[in-house]
């Protein structure tokens, strides 16, 4: 197992036996590592693992989804030092629990709702003091569609202010119910791209049928938001709006492609 470069872990719920064997687990080629964390109180073991890992590149946490936004005061005390890493999918909270030295994060993904109102802007710091204009990144949420509005209200002028480096923003929430977007959520996204000076692909897969309040979806719609969002950022190329993808072409206008999924 010394050459072991990518391991994920299904840890099963309530085995101590498991647990404490996997606490003391060594793997000195391991960059990728991933798991489904099972309780809140098992974090010193992930805690002794992660340790005996310093040169991880690519770390995926996801906590139960019952526990992901109401997580204890107790819970995610640890804090981690991995100096290298580019790459983080899961938890907000586990992540303000990192240390990365270097400004060499490329992408983050995000699989729940932050269970402060103050949370969002503490993670775009944190990860604004991860990232560097020199380097691509990207960001993605896939947040529970009940707290949608919340996010998508304040959140989205916090990530432009935060982070103006962005090179591609993914919003999908991962289930019902969503609210199709209105031409104010339109205008809302719009200023959003307006400030974020090096985006070039902007997804928004909304599951709910249609925009602008429509009962089906409609592509005049669809066109009218993708429009309205081009023009404004020119530095846009790719946008996905309800699973379509929309390309600029070489006249400046964006049209429908091949249907594309996340």
């Known amino acids: 197992m010394t050459r072991l470069e ?7 719920t309530y085995d101590d036996a498991v647990y404490n ?79 990365i030295s270097g400004r060499c994060l490329e992408q983050a993904s995000f699989w729940d709702v932050p269970p402060k109102a ?53 919003i999908a929430p991962f289930n019902l119910p969503v609210r199709p977007l209105n031409l104010a959520a339109v205008t809302t996204i719009v200023e959003m791209l307006a ?6 692909e902007f997804h928004h897969d909304n599951p709910a049928d249609g925009v602008l309040d429509q009962d089906k979806q409609d592509a005049n719609n669809d066109r009218l938001a993708v429009t309205q969002w081009g023009d404004r950022c020119p530095t846009l190329i790719s946008i996905q709006l309800h699973n379509q993808t929309w390309l600029r072409g070489r006249d400046g206008k964006f049209a429908p492609a091949a249907a594309a999924l996340v």
Not at 195 to 200: D, F, N, Q
């Open 118 to 170: 103050d949370l969002p802007e503490q993670l775009f710091q944190a990860l604004a003091s991860t990232t560097t204009i020199c380097r691509p990144f990207s960001l993605t949420f896939l947040w529970d569609g009940f707290f949608w509005d919340r996010f998508q209200a304040a959140t989205l002028a916090l990530l432009a202010k935060h982070l103006p480096n962005l090179r591609s923003l993914k």
């Open 195 to 200: 400030a974020l000076k090096h985006i070039s």
């Open 21 to 99: 064997s996997f606490a003391s687990l060594n793997f000195p080629a391991l960059r990728r590592f991933g798991c489904h964390q099972p309780r809140g109180c098992a974090d010193h073991q992930l805690v002794a693992f992660l340790d005996h890992h310093p040169a991880l590149t690519h770390l995926e946490i996801i906590p139960p989804y019952r526990d992901v936004d109401h997580q204890s005061e107790s819970s995610c005390l640890f804090h981690l030092h991995i100096p290298a890493l580019r790459e983080y999918r899961g938890s907000a909270t586990y992540f303000l629990r990192i240390t």
């Open 6 to 12: 990518h391991l994920h872990l299904w840890i099963p």
